[in-house]
């Protein structure tokens, strides 16, 4: 079974950026997204994409300043984050998913996450 590794997490002022990649142990011809849980809150999707890259979808919160991409040679994913907010701190995850759209199944158990912090 694939396993995924999330990296990139740290502390930033609001308005920096950050990217964030997740590493799987092995290639994976799935859909793939990002999602993230702030304290208190239940785990929410941030932005998915398809195997060949093409096809790319972003929660409401994220549009237009997250950008979401894979590098199927090196069987990582990206996200890459700009003008980040206070209200983007959270654990970020990354998983597997059945193809772009369907972000509430994953496949794989959730690992241990990258920490973003944003301070205002």
């Known amino acids: 079974q694939v396993q995924l590794v999330e990296s990139g997490g740290g502390l930033v002022q609001a308005g920096g950026s950050l990217r964030l990649s997740c590493a799987a142990s092995g290639r994976t011809f799935n859909a793939m997204g990002w999602f993230r849980q702030a304290p208190g809150r239940e785990r929410e999707f941030v932005a998915s994409?398809?195997?060949?890259?093409?096809?790319?979808y972003y929660a409401d919160s994220v549009k237009g300043r997250f950008t979401i991409s894979r590098d199927n040679a090196k069987n990582t994913m990206y996200l890459q984050m700009n003008s980040l907010k206070p209200e983007d701190t959270a654990v970020y995850y990354c998983?597997?998913?059945?193809?772009?759209?369907?972000?509430?199944?994953?496949?794989?158990?959730w690992g241990q996450g990258t920490q973003v912090t944003v301070s205002s």
């Open positions: 994409i398809n195997w060949s890259g093409g096809s790319t």
């Open positions: 998983n597997l998913l059945a193809d772009v759209y369907r972000t509430v199944n994953v496949f794989l158990s």
